[in-house]
């Protein structure tokens, strides 16, 4: 099975700053990644796949890069409705995987 | 627009069965594999299972292998996932969700692209 090790775990940011997410594959996943948003007591909600390409109907605040083993997310300016877990997820082999998730909150 | 409703859940006492369901409306549902993901209160997210648009192909995580299984009624344009011999392990809140892609078939491969559209979950408790 294909490892997604995310981190941090969790972070604390100011409204208005960078936020950046990693997450990495235990072997070569090309481009065959997602990431999701998930805030408490909802569900998940497609944010990127394909490692960079955004959803239709997300917003540009939220991008995405990366290949091969080394992923990137980022959220170019926090706001508070950008409060909460935010997972990585291949799709590159069977079983799909998820990173642990990434808890955001506001400092 | 697409949409996913769960149903089914509840508290069952470990060793028993539950099926849980899940109705989709809004796209062609025989089009499309669906998967199970699962959530362990406090927890993260579990893919727990997979079944192909021409429900030729299902594949289960090794935690649910040979316990649980997923099928789906083109029919009722409904999922379901049939869980027997549950443990304590098995509390999660269950969602359903649609592959992001229409079903791909590549010889006797299927391919999957993660999901676009997900359920509200619902809520399987096992205790005694």
């Known amino acids: 099975d294909i490892q997604m090790t995310q981190s941090p775990s969790s972070l604390s940011a100011s409204v208005g700053d960078r936020v950046t997410i990693t997450c990495q594959a235990s072997?070569?996943?090309?481009?065959?990644l997602s990431w999701y948003q998930q805030k408490p007591g909802k569900a998940p909600k497609l944010l990127i796949y394909?490692?960079?390409d955004l959803e239709t109907g997300v917003p540009s605040k939220f991008s995405g890069r990366g290949s091969g083993t080394d992923f990137v997310f980022t959220i170019s300016s926090l706001q508070p409705e950008d409060i909460a877990t935010y997972y990585c997820q291949q799709y590159s082999n069977l079983p799909l995987t998820f990173g642990g998730g990434t808890k955001v909150e506001i400092k | 627009q697409e949409q996913l409703v769960e149903s089914g859940g509840g508290v069952v006492q470990p060793g028993r069965s539950l099926r849980v369901s899940c109705a989709a409306s809004g796209f062609t549902f025989s089009s499309y594999g669906m998967h199970w993901v699962r959530q362990a209160p406090g927890k993260g997210l579990e893919w727990v299972a997979v079944?192909?648009?021409?429900?030729?192909?299902?594949y289960y995580a090794d935690s649910v292998k040979g316990r649980f299984t997923i099928s789906r009624d083109i029919s009722k344009n409904t999922l379901y996932l049939q869980m027997n011999s549950l443990s304590a392990e098995d509390t999660a809140v269950y969602y359903c969700a649609k592959d992001r892609k229409i079903g791909v078939r590549g010889g006797i491969f299927y391919y999957y692209y993660g999901m676009d559209v997900w359920g509200q979950g619902t809520t399987v408790t096992v205790s005694s």
């Open positions: 072997q070569d996943i090309s481009n065959n």
């Open positions: 079944i192909s648009h021409d429900e030729s192909n299902k």
């Open positions: 394909d490692a960079s």
